[in-house]
């Protein structure tokens, strides 16, 4: 028999996992929060319990049995926010990668799929273990049955036998359902009795056993109006305890027989983890792949001078198991041409020849990624010349959604599977480390190889898509600017982020001070639990939402609060600066490099499919400049030189202006023709009022819809913006295409092209693949078009900055004046300048950036300078 059965409620452990965590998504856009939370909880039952069986159940819609008995059985429900619905699809993905089962019934719940297998497991005498988020579960505890439920979201489990039942809640397991037709269940309609909650419950459980016994000696109970109330819903408890009571003889066409579990296959679970972006649980994989491949044959060369280079093709890849180039260690270069395979170990850069090779710009170089490179090399004072390809950049403009952006993915993409995984080789994480020389040589050789195999493919996938402008007149120059720009880095003053940060430590501890006046009394801030007892128990503030737990203390609810007590406001504004002073300024702090006194940022130019650039160690992208004490963060970013400023220059709604342009609407074209304020404009079409009649809350609201079509949010995603109700962000919406009709059918015709060609394109061709953009599940569909409709006007967007930062960047290299690229964040370009050259700068920006492509309606650019980045603003 076997070891251990871990049954699992999907359903409710995703909706706890999406309610618990931040909403999440990819670079791919898709949303996974839900789905990241679940597989954290696989990988510990897996884990915990080794189990030798394993199933997990999921509901199989919204009818069920239970609704011939009682018509509004969880009716009142919100409906299920898209952005978790198009989650379901993908945690089957992932039990597929796990090979673990899952099952559904039609007109069954889960809990009555599981109910079934518990049934059966008890009567062999199986241990068995289920996890659930729902209470009504613990009636299957047993002798052989423990109950794990979820507190805190998910990030603790609670296990529950008979025996704890009985302990923690005063009843027997049995009793479970009973109590449950007393209280009622608000989650799912059933109706209980009203004004019967669980202490009540419970007490009378205890006098009288079970629902039925208890209307039997109604007589008996204490207190008139309790006993009016049980009286009064006699059959409303009745068939509360019908509908809470799980089925545990549903016609399930699975047994124990069918769940018997054998691991996973570690190589298919790290592939869907890439797949989804969850490489924070890479570490937590377990095995090693058992495939191994044909030995391959190579040279371990010392001196450069014994290898024959082409004057074609020279595959040479770098391998660094850090992944920040600027700091880690080189451990050695594949090399492959014509003439053979060659491994350079790290020693090879002292060698003149091989310097000599980088260096030679008519000497034609394949590589993975330029700008890794490139920089690894210029902090070694080696300028890299002659690269023709790099692979990276091909497959990512090729399709940015297929792969995780290594050779080994790639190669796998391409079926060359030849290649191991790093994980596999060298470990993650704590666990990393060199395995014997031999192993990790074969590892590099067949990277590059696996490199020298895919480039011509890759080539010729671009000629075909048409888009070898896009990568070699774009991409490939952009990468080298790139890697100039993290190379150059930006002067940081550390003692301004030090004193800054005791400056907000100091007002931390006044707002801190401050709140336990307003209190009247000492707590801690930072305890959810403290917290919701001082304003819901002590200060009496009305109860927005409450937990598991207890009182709910989350921003949302706290803002809904704000106008009730001054406290309110002060405990959000010093949640704001803590994480502002723990992310941002200390944060910062520890990335100054101390040598120079810089921020080396990376710029992830193979990340999202929109084509954005995003940076990383530090992401400076996401300092939160709405608060003031955010924006003088950028203070402490001054020039490198005297007698320099820094100048920034960015572009005014630069993917609104994309909108209006794709869409051909008449109206959005003439309001930015004219120089109106397009958030005014849309406000006064949506309210239908006049200019002077628009407010601060309408221009906000406005400009939350003109921001929220770009992106394709849904009425759930625009009424969490505004804190409305999702039929009124609903209603929002539809005013919007009413008043922009050009913008509708714009959405409408893009999606029916991709339906017909799968993908859609940016101006600059750049193309976004939608391979659910035909699927027959509702979410995938849903979620795909969503994603066809925003990603021309976003790729567009980033498409025009990035040629615009060529364009800049070649008239620079024409004119004498001093001037250095050192940031690009979001639409906005930062440089630094000597103060003589700033009108010349200026007008080379300008000019550059507003011309950069033809629109139908003006690119405008704001631009200002300063000492530091603030002033720049």
Do not use: C
């Amino acid at each position: 028999m076997a070891k251990e059965l871990v049954l699992i409620d999907g359903n409710s452990i995703l909706y706890r996992s999406f309610f618990a965590l931040p909403l999440l998504s990819n670079d791919q856009g898709v949303h996974t929060n839900a789905v990241f939370g679940f597989t954290k909880m696989l990988l510990k039952v897996l884990e915990d319990h080794n189990p030798s069986h394993l199933l997990v159940a999921f509901d199989a819609g919204k009818t069920t049995f239970r609704h011939e008995t009682y018509q509004d059985y969880k009716g009142g429900r919100q409906k299920t926010p898209p952005e978790l619905s198009e989650q379901f699809p993908i945690v089957r993905e992932i039990l597929d990668a796990f090979g673990v089962k899952y099952y559904e019934l039609d007109q069954y719940e889960a809990d009555d799929i599981i109910g079934t297998i518990v049934y059966e497991a008890d009567q062999a005498e199986q241990e068995t273990i289920v996890y659930s988020g729902d209470k009504d579960l613990l009636q299957l505890a047993s002798n052989h049955t423990t109950v794990f439920l979820t507190r805190k979201g998910i990030s603790e489990i609670e296990a529950y036998s008979p025996e704890t039942i009985q302990e923690k809640m005063g009843i027997t397991k049995e009793q479970i359902i009973d109590l449950k037709a007393l209280m009622g269940d608000a989650s799912d309609n059933i109706p209980g009795v009203p004004g019967v909650g669980e202490k009540t419950a419970v007490k009378l459980l205890q006098q009288f056993d079970t629902v039925e016994e208890l209307y039997d000696h109604l007589d008996d109970v204490s207190g008139k109006k309790l006993k009016e109330k049980l009286e009064a819903n006699k059959d409303e408890a009745l068939m509360s305890k019908q509908l809470v009571t799980i089925k545990q003889d549903s016609p399930v066409e699975i047994s124990l027989k069918d769940l018997q579990y054998e691991g996973y296959d570690t190589r298919a679970v790290m592939q869907v983890f890439k797949t989804y972006g969850f490489q924070s649980l890479i570490g937590d994989v377990e095995g090693e792949s058992d495939e191994s491949y044909e030995a391959i044959d190579y040279n371990v060369i010392e001196d450069f001078s014994e290898v024959e280079t082409d004057d074609e093709i020279n595959m040479l890849y770098m391998e660094m198991l850090d992944d920040n180039y600027h700091e880690g260690d080189i451990i050695g270069f594949g090399f492959v041409n014509q003439h053979g395979h060659f491994l350079l170990n790290s020693s090879i850069l002292d060698d003149s020849n091989f310097q000599s090779f980088l260096e030679d710009p008519d000497q034609p170089k394949i590589v993975f990624n330029q700008k890794a490179l490139l920089v690894a090399l210029k902090w070694r004072d080696i300028e890299l010349q002659g690269v023709t390809f790099g692979l990276q950049l091909a497959a990512y403009i090729a399709n940015p959604s297929s792969h995780d952006g290594d050779i080994t993915s790639i190669a796998h993409h391409y079926q060359v599977n030849d290649v191991s995984y790093d994980e596999e080789i060298y470990g993650k994480g704590a666990k990393q480390h060199l395995p014997e020389t031999e192993t990790y040589y074969d590892h590099i050789v067949r990277k590059a190889d696996a490199g020298y195999r895919l480039h011509q493919r890759l080539n010729e996938e671009l000629v075909q898509n048409e888009q070898e402008d896009l990568y070699y007149q774009l991409e490939m120059p952009l990468s080298r600017i790139l890697g100039n720009m993290e190379y150059a880095g930006v002067k940081i003053d550390v003692e301004r982020l030090k004193d800054m940060n005791e400056d907000l430590t100091t007002r931390l501890d006044e707002i801190e001070s401050r709140i336990h006046e307003l209190a009247g009394s000492e707590f801690n801030i930072n305890s959810p639990k403290q917290l919701g007892k001082v304003l819901f128990e002590d200060l009496e503030l009305p109860v927005i939402k409450k937990t598991k737990t207890g009182y709910s203390t989350s921003a949302e609810v706290l803002e809904k609060l704000q106008h009730e007590h001054e406290i309110v406001d002060q405990i959000l504004h010093y949640r704001q600066l803590s994480k502002l002073q723990s992310t941002y300024l200390e944060g910062l702090i520890k990335v100054v490099h101390e040598d120079n006194h810089k921020i080396h940022t990376r710029f992830n130019q193979v990340l999202t499919q929109t084509g954005r650039l995003s940076s990383v160690e530090p992401n400076l992208q996401n300092i939160p400049i709405r608060l003031e004490e955010g924006r003088k963060i950028r203070q402490a970013f001054i020039p490198s030189q005297q007698d320099s400023v820094l100048f920034a220059a960015d572009y005014s709604q630069i993917e609104l202006r994309v909108l209006a342009h794709i869409a051909g609407d008449e109206k959005l074209i003439e309001a930015f023709n004219n120089g109106k304020d397009i958030h005014t404009q849309t406000a006064m079409d949506v309210f239908d009022v006049e200019e002077d009649d628009i407010d601060d809350l309408m221009r906000r609201q406005a400009k939350a819809v003109n921001f929220g079509i770009v992106y394709g949010i849904s009425d759930y995603g625009l009424s969490q913006n505004l804190g409305i109700s999702r039929k009124e962000a609903e209603q929002f919406i539809q005013k919007y295409f009413e008043s922009y009709p050009g913008v509708k059918e714009y959405m409408d015709d893009i999606v029916t092209k991709a339906k017909r060609d799968g993908y859609v394109e940016t101006i600059m061709k750049r193309r976004r693949y939608l391979p659910d953009i035909n699927s027959r599940n509702f979410n995938k569909r849903s979620f795909a078009e969503r994603t066809a409709m925003n990603s021309p006007i976003q790729g567009s967007a980033a498409d025009i900055i990035k040629q615009a930062m060529i364009d800049v960047t070649n008239q620079l290299n024409e004119s004498d004046i001093e001037a250095t690229m050192l940031l690009q964040v979001h639409d906005e370009l930062i440089f630094e300048v000597k103060k003589d050259d700033i009108e010349q700068l200026q007008s080379i920006v300008k000019e550059a950036m507003e011309q950069t492509i033809d629109l139908s309606v003006p690119l405008t650019v704001d631009y200002a300078y300063g000492e530091t980045w603030y002033d720049a603003k």
